[in-house]
């Protein structure tokens, strides 16, 4: 009766927090800042990806650090994507073209592409309004920028909280379930051995601290990254026979409008971007404020620039990996005639173009997905805990998020993952809040770079790292 209680409150929650109401707040809030920084994404498209992408190639700098209490802005990125590129890339697409309809999919990109903004004010806050901590190393994020630039600490102290708590759940329990239950049926593995070693490597790299975690994503995540999109582009060559229909759906279903099976006059679409909008922001965390705790510790001193690294995150999380899967499984055709739903979807769509061997590729990333999410949200949870308790007792929250690793892997987490869902859509609330309080504060910052980096273009003058 009490876990009925939880669960019918928690629905209740949930369903507001990731419901049509927040969905749009989402959208809302990522077209106010573009029209504030009028529409930066696209008017300096080629500058933001000169100093993200491009830079990654060409500069040394943006890859190496030399300071000891900070991450190199490519340490940044790749440490927050490993939280970011995680089974949402696969189990949230294939559960919202499941639940919305293909349509959805044109409705995941919308929200992407007004969410660069989003995650780009988030960066560019925690950047402006970063400190260091008792142990010298920087602390940021939302929480530090709505106690800093807002004056109310304990807006900032609930976003922490929240975070902390969905560290336990989204961060560690739910996503060491994903690799112990791929583990099991695919090579038969005991889940509580998968729990225990899944573990001993988290408690390896976290004990370590940001360095040590820093220096495993930036390896891991390019490594998982190549891998699941080059199956997913062979996958989509197979299929490309398919590729007219599933664009077609995309965009028919995205707008949608006729009455389904004697239903409401709409709601086709309006579960469409339902359900596209809310795992868009499930799988690159625009408005959520969680990518901004890392990136403000970066070793980059202009806020703007290390902020444009935001854009480059939904860009490559959304619109090329979420992308990639939404293609794979629409072009198969798999969705019109199977019931499965999640990575068991996936799994079908690749198993149809690679044969049995798509479930070992399957299952390895998400074994590499996962792992990389628990890596990254690790650190989120442990700077959140610093915010609440203080420096010098992380171990205390290393050791709790260790424990909740092995947890997942035994335990039945229907209701952890509703829960922890729930946890991981109210960090928005207090997030969202300080973006449109202080979108004037990250329009000045971004003029302000814009106009000093137009001066350096007409005087010739190369522009610092």
Not at 267 to 286: C, I, K, P, T, W
Not at 357 to 383: C, K
Request: with cysteine.
């Amino acid at each position: 009766m009490v876990a009925q209680g939880i669960a019918s409150v928690n629905g209740a929650v949930n369903g507001f927090v990731w419901g049509p109401i927040m969905c749009t707040v989402f959208v809302c809030v990522g077209i106010y800042i573009c029209i504030r920084t009028h529409f930066f994404q696209v008017g300096h498209f080629k500058l933001w990806w000169h100093n993200t992408f491009a830079s990654i190639f060409r500069d040394k700098s943006v890859r190496t650090t030399s300071d000891a209490k900070s991450v190199s802005q490519f340490q940044a990125l790749t440490t927050a994507l490993a939280a970011t590129i995680g089974t949402g890339n696969i189990v949230g697409v294939a559960t919202a073209i499941m639940s919305g309809g293909p349509g959805a999919v044109f409705w995941m990109w919308i929200s992407a592409f007004f969410g660069m903004m989003t995650k780009y004010a988030e960066i560019a806050l925690a950047m402006k309004y970063r400190e260091k901590d008792a142990n010298g190393d920087w602390l940021g994020g939302p929480m530090v920028s709505i106690k800093k630039g807002m004056g109310i600490k304990w807006l900032g102290g609930l976003f922490a909280l929240f975070t902390v708590l969905a560290s336990f759940g989204i961060g560690s329990g739910v996503q060491a379930n994903s690799v112990a239950s791929s583990l099991n049926s695919t090579f038969g593995v005991p889940m509580v051995v998968t729990g225990i070693c899944l573990a001993i490597v988290t408690a390896l790299v976290i004990i370590g601290g940001l360095k040590r975690i820093a220096g495993v994503t930036e390896k891991i995540v390019p490594f998982m990254a190549i891998l699941y999109i080059v199956g997913g582009i062979i996958l989509i060559i197979i299929n490309r026979g398919g590729l007219p229909d599933a664009f077609g759906n995309i965009f028919a279903g995205a707008f949608r409008v006729r009455a389904i099976g004697g239903g409401v006059l709409g709601y086709a679409m309006s579960q469409a971007m339902r359900y596209g909008v809310a795992r868009g922001v499930f799988s690159n965390e625009a408005g959520l404020g969680s990518s901004a705790l890392v990136h403000s510790a970066s070793d980059q001193k202009e806020p703007a620039r290390q902020a444009m690294w935001g854009c480059f995150e939904v860009f490559a999380d959304t619109i090329i990996v979420c992308t990639i899967t939404a293609l794979a499984i629409l072009s198969s055709g798999i969705y019109k005639v199977t019931e499965n739903k999640g990575a068991a979807l996936t799994i079908e769509a690749f198993h149809n173009g690679f044969g049995s061997g798509a479930g070992i590729f399957v299952s390895i990333a998400i074994v590499l997905f996962a792992l990389s999410t628990i890596i990254g949200w690790s650190y989120y949870g442990e700077r959140c805990f610093n915010f609440l308790a203080g420096t010098g007792k992380a171990i205390v929250y290393k050791c709790i998020f260790i424990f909740t690793v092995i947890l997942g892997c035994v335990a039945s987490v229907d209701l952890i993952w509703d829960i922890s869902d729930t946890l991981n859509g109210l960090m928005a609330i207090p997030n969202i809040i300080g973006l449109i309080v202080m979108a004037g504060t990250v329009a000045k910052i971004t003029f302000d770079y814009v106009k000093r980096r137009e001066k350096k273009d007409l005087a010739n003058e190369p522009e610092e790292a």
